[in-house]
């Protein structure tokens, strides 16, 4: 059976335009061209064509394509198989750097919430910390937490995961920042500590002596940059001061018989 180019192009819904290119390029030639210059194709051709929509559809470039249909039988099995190892690494990069992306965004999406924007050095921060070996973190954790402990902290909300508990701490560390003149007797001081005490106690699976020493070794040394993004001194003296006077108000409800100051 013989078609036109736009038989071809209406049964196999290709563009002529298309068509024409693939005769351009030599990638798919047609059976006859007439005197006219029309262009006819055969059931081969439509059967390369269709060859040539899967490979596109594989990921393989029209340049790949044309190399492979144009080797011989004998050396396609090699050509096969260096494109198809040459897309599944292309593919695994592309993959990591849309894995490493989503987490740099999710990163900048909780800094937002906190403070009401990122700046451009919280970006480049972001993106040091992504990509710093692991294996510093491990040191680190190995030298001053216990396996348990490890397994706890390892366990705790991280800005750079989907995590509703990260949108959650991101949001609380917003309200204390807005609220850093408030006395810390205020109802809003309060209802925080009160916020404050609750998640952290939740995170820490109610070890309140691992909850302390962490955050004793987040605390910023002077001078220095923050350890955990958005526990800079200030706001970490605020946590204390509120979280102090929150504790210290419970407990004097609890001596008096649970009755308000």
């Not at 047609?30 to 081969?44: H, I, T």
């Amino acid at each position: 059976m013989i078609y036109s180019i736009g038989q071809l192009a209406k049964k196999t819904n290709i563009s002529i335009r298309t068509l024409r290119y693939y005769d351009e390029i030599g990638l798919l030639k047609p059976a006859k061209v007439a005197d006219s210059g029309y262009r006819y194709y055969s059931n081969e051709e439509i059967r390369v064509l269709r060859h040539i929509t899967a490979l596109k559809e594989l990921g393989f470039t029209l340049a790949s394509i044309k190399d492979l249909l144009s080797t011989g039988k004998d050396a396609q099995e090699d050509r096969w198989r260096a494109y198809l190892e040459f897309e599944l690494a292309a593919i695994a990069e592309e993959k990591q750097r849309l894995a490493e992306m989503e987490m740099l965004l999710q990163t900048a999406r909780h800094a937002f919430e906190m403070n009401g924007q990122v700046e451009s050095e919280d970006i480049f921060l972001f993106i040091r910390a992504l990509r710093s070996p692991a294996e510093i973190r491990d040191k680190f954790l190995a030298q001053n937490f216990a396996d348990h402990e490890i397994e706890i902290i390892k366990s705790l909300p991280d800005l750079s995961a989907n995590d509703p508990r990260s949108m959650e701490w991101a949001k609380l560390v917003r309200k204390v920042k807005e609220h850093m003149h408030e006395p810390p007797s205020s109802d809003i001081s309060r209802q925080l500590a009160a916020q404050i005490v609750e998640l952290s106690l939740e995170w820490f699976h109610q070890d309140e002596a691992l909850l302390d020493k962490y955050w004793s070794m987040i605390r910023p040394e002077e001078g220095k940059e923050t350890k955990v993004f958005g526990m800079d001194a200030e706001v970490m003296d605020r946590i204390d001061l509120l979280v102090d006077g929150y504790l210290q108000h419970v407990q004097e409800e609890a001596e008096n018989g649970g009755k308000s100051s």
